[in-house]
């Protein structure tokens, strides 16, 4: 079935470092694929989208490319704030109509001052 | 637009009680959704409305959940009898459509004595 892996935090970073988190998945047809954020006690925000190949989805200067040969949607940011440090989720939704979102496990940044 | 929004965020119970969730998802969006969260994990998804009627459920959820949206707007996810393994944070998640992504409420974690 449809599936989602991405890499094992805790990533740690001090402030304005290079991010990379890695994600890639595995489904039938062309996935829809997101990236969420979730801070503290709180629930999930959309933080990035991409629909089909070769898409860039860009928000708050972080970007991930839709690459379908690697079957790959990878999260970057070229300067972290401590801001950013949360939970990130990499997930997918089935082809264009499918309900069901399936996440990843999740990754968790910290950033230092 | 006010969100997604989920009332208790916390519910404390002891095993074998029965306990019962509501979601107010935003208000011009159609479809409902309801996802569990474990520690350390993504949320899964549990089970899915469009409007009044409930489409999908995961076989996550034993015959001890119910879930409903009655007039098509509000939902609520009751657990009857329930056990230790129920502890998780249950979220809720509303969309416009299947295409776009869904957005969350802060979640209600149900912690099991």
């Known amino acids: 079935g449809d599936s989602v892996t991405q890499m094992e935090g805790p990533v740690t970073l001090s402030e304005e470092a290079c991010l990379t988190i890695n994600c890639t998945y595995t489904a039938t047809g062309y996935p829809s694929l997101f990236w969420y954020v979730q801070y503290p006690g709180e629930g999930l925000q959309l933080l990035l989208k991409?629909?089909?190949?070769?898409d860039k989805g860009s928000n708050k200067g972080f970007e991930a490319t839709y690459r379908k040969e690697t079957t790959s949607f990878h999260l970057e940011k070229g300067s972290v704030q401590v801001s950013d440090s949360a939970v990130y989720f990499c997930a997918l939704s089935p082809a264009p109509g499918g309900f069901k979102t399936i996440f990843g496990a999740g990754t968790r940044l910290f950033v230092k001052a | 637009d006010t969100g997604v929004s989920q009332d208790p965020r916390h519910k404390i119970t002891k095993r074998g009680q029965n306990v019962t969730f509501r979601c107010d998802p935003i208000?011009?969006?159609?479809?409902l959704y309801w996802y569990r969260q474990t520690l350390g994990q993504g949320p899964e998804f549990l089970t899915y409305?469009?409007?009044?009627?409930?489409?999908?459920k995961s076989r996550l959820l034993s015959d001890r959940f119910s879930a409903e949206r009655p007039k098509g707007s509000f939902s609520t996810l009751e657990i009857q009898r329930t056990e230790q393994g129920d502890s998780a944070m249950y979220l809720c998640?509303?969309?416009?459509?299947?295409?776009?992504?869904?957005?969350f409420g802060d979640g209600t974690r149900l912690s099991i004595l």
């Open positions: 998640a509303s969309s416009s459509d299947s295409n776009q992504p869904q957005h």
């Open positions: 991409a629909t089909k190949a070769d």
């Open positions: 208000s011009e969006h159609n479809r």
């Open positions: 409305f469009q409007n009044e009627a409930q489409l999908e």
